[in-house]
């Protein structure tokens, strides 16, 4: 009997499962659900909405953007969390002593949030950001820990290691940087007109770095037009020669969403789809359009991957 991949992570419209989304997550190809705040409203509503989630299958995985700062999706019954630059910010001008303060603040608020998700029925948030601030994106600034690339390895380290040991995993995010480009991809396609030379010696350290250490990296929706004319998401280049061979990255490779109009300009979802899993992604996201949904578990079928369901398997090993 032929394996199969379950290699999309797809969102919810509203505050409970419909029949529709109860059919849509039963679905073989789906091992992940990715929530909004759109699917909050209090504490008990939301511990009832994963219950049901969960009540399909053990095994689906319950995700969400709770960063902190501008990105946390769940807030009234939750701790406000801060930015990751704050903490950039405070643990760069402190002294060695006031770094250590630092840390333990921030393992404090680390452990506030983990068990706050936990309690809510959620397994996992996409942190940490590894994108280095040039002060140019929008989109990434007080998301991204600093404006220099030690800065962000040092504390993405931290992050991981504290989350790890409150076993939730980690998800490294937007490989190979998002932060030089000016242009938002959920509205078009970024272009960085970078070399390789500068973005191997800036932008990809933190993910080399800790490319051990992560459990997924989510790749930014970006083409780097002088190094490869893809996007990332559908690029072997990036995929396959330089996170898997070069950086020996050996964890699950996510898109960002499919639905952004980063590649939605491009092609229908089926082919998004078909180019992503070929190009050697193992999770692709598809959110905030149920009709591309459809057409991906339609149309679809995952490429022979032997080694996604070890992948997988590590990815939800505190489950």
């Known amino acids: 009997m032929k394996q199969i991949h379950p290699f999309l992570w797809a969102d919810i419209p509203g505050l409970f499962l419909s029949q529709e989304d ?26 009832t909405l994963t219950h049901q989630i969960k009540s399909i299958s053990s095994k689906l995985i319950i995700t969400v953007d709770q960063e902190g700062g ?4 769940f807030r009234d019954e939750f701790t ?12 760069v001008f402190a002294t060695e002593k006031e770094k250590e303060n630092v840390k333990n603040n921030f393992s404090k608020t680390i452990s506030v949030m983990v068990s706050e998700l936990k309690n809510a029925g ?4 996409l942190v940490p950001v590894l994108d280095i601030d040039y002060d140019r994106n929008k989109v990434i600034a007080h998301r991204s820990f600093g404006d220099n690339k030690k800065l962000v390895t040092e504390l993405s380290q931290f992050m991981i290691a504290q989350c790890h040991q409150f076993k939730m995993p980690v998800t490294g995010k937007h490989f190979p940087g998002h932060g030089w480009v000016t242009v938002d991809s959920h509205l078009d396609l970024p272009i960085d007109e970078r070399s390789f030379e500068v973005l191997s ?3 990809i350290t933190p993910f080399r770095k800790l490319s051990t250490e992560l459990d997924a990296i989510m790749l930014a929706h970006i083409v780097y037009k002088h190094i490869d004319p893809q996007p990332v ?5 990036w995929i396959q020669d330089i996170l898997r061979a070069q950086l020996q990255f050996d964890g699950l490779i996510m898109s960002d969403d499919l639905s952004m109009q980063a590649v939605a ?18 999770i692709l996201l598809a959110c905030n359009s149920r009709k591309g949904v459809v057409e991906i578990l339609d149309f679809v079928r995952p490429r022979k991957n032997p080694e996604f369901s ?8 505190f489950l």
């Open 310 to 317: 070890r992948r997988l398997k590590h990815y939800t090993r």
């Open 80 to 91: 406000e969390l801060p930015s990751m630059h704050s903490w950039g910010e405070k643990y």
């Open 265 to 282: 300009k491009m092609c229908g979802y089926e082919e998004r789809a078909n180019r992503a899993l070929e190009a050697g992604c193992d």
């Open 122 to 125: 959620i397994y996992s948030t």
């Open 233 to 237: 998401c559908f690029s072997p280049f």
């Open 201 to 203: 010696k800036r932008d």
């Open 70 to 73: 501008r990105v946390q999706r």
């Open 22 to 47: 109860k059919e849509i997550l039963s679905h073989p190809f789906i091992s992940g659900v990715v929530l909004f705040s759109r699917n909050y409203e209090s504490l008990a509503q939301l511990q």
